[in-house]
């Protein structure tokens, strides 16, 4: 007899341990429920615009997609630009052709613009373009290099120190020798990695460059009115 009552005090005792651990069990992942549904309740902020929660630990983060213009406008003065006119040109665009129109061209920032796909160089002043031309530009034994490079140096009468060559209003890029100087622009030649651009063209962008002013070099990326360069 006092074996049963002890059997049935101990499957009592167990019972309810069972009992205990399912409510645990359940108050858990109600909490998680709730957690989980607090955080999704969160991915709505101000301006429309969702913040989704951060994995940890990611081996890399995941990029960011933004309108350039979007972006520019967040930037001070100095890092934005804005273009505001591209030159009309109606003549044939072949080597050895430029064009050069600054009048009534406010003063402000100089950025020049190189693509070498389109072999072309573009100069704006205050988002306005003053200047482009046809450009020779690096072969496949030293190609140009593609980037944003501040003009670092400015000689006039220039002469290579690696090829002997002259370089005529030079305005270097690199520490290895790129640079927009003046060349004989005829199709089919090449350098050993410079921009070359008519003497002329040369020699107007010399007189208005100052050291710092960026040259953005890329290779296929075309812009127009109200795109900005960043």
């Not at 009992?19 to 309740?41: H, N, P, W």
């Not at 690696?162 to 003046?182: F, K, Q």
């Not at 107007?204 to 127009?224: H, P």
Request: hydrophobic letters at 45%; aromatic letters at 6%; one cysteine or more.
């Amino acid at each position: 007899m006092v074996e049963k009552i002890a059997y049935r005090i101990s499957a009592s005792v167990l019972l309810v341990a069972a009992l205990a651990i399912v409510a645990l069990l359940v108050m858990g992942l109600t909490r998680a429920d709730a957690g989980r549904s607090a955080v999704q309740s969160q991915t709505v902020v101000a301006g429309n615009v969702a913040s989704e929660p951060v994995a940890q630990n990611m081996s890399e983060p995941e990029p960011i997609a933004a309108d350039p213009m979007d972006l520019a406008e967040k930037l001070p003065l100095s890092d934005k630009f804005v273009v505001k006119r591209i030159l009309q040109i109606d003549e044939p665009f072949v080597h050895g052709y430029y064009k050069w129109d600054d009048e009534g061209v406010p003063e402000g920032e100089l950025v020049v613009t190189v693509d070498l796909k389109a072999e072309s160089i573009s100069v704006f002043r205050a988002g306005y373009e003053i200047g482009a031309a046809v450009i020779t530009f690096g072969d496949s034994e030293k190609p140009t290099p593609t980037g944003v490079f501040p003009i670092t140096q400015k000689n006039k009468d220039h002469i290579s120190n690696i090829y002997g060559s002259p370089m005529p209003y030079m305005m270097r890029l690199t520490n290895d020798g790129v640079a927009i100087h003046a060349s004989d622009v005829k199709w089919g030649w090449g350098t050993r990695g410079c921009i070359g651009v008519p003497l002329e063209f040369a020699r107007r962008l010399f007189e208005q460059a100052k050291l710092g002013d960026r040259v953005i070099v890329t290779n296929g990326k075309m812009i127009g009115i109200g795109d900005a360069i960043l």
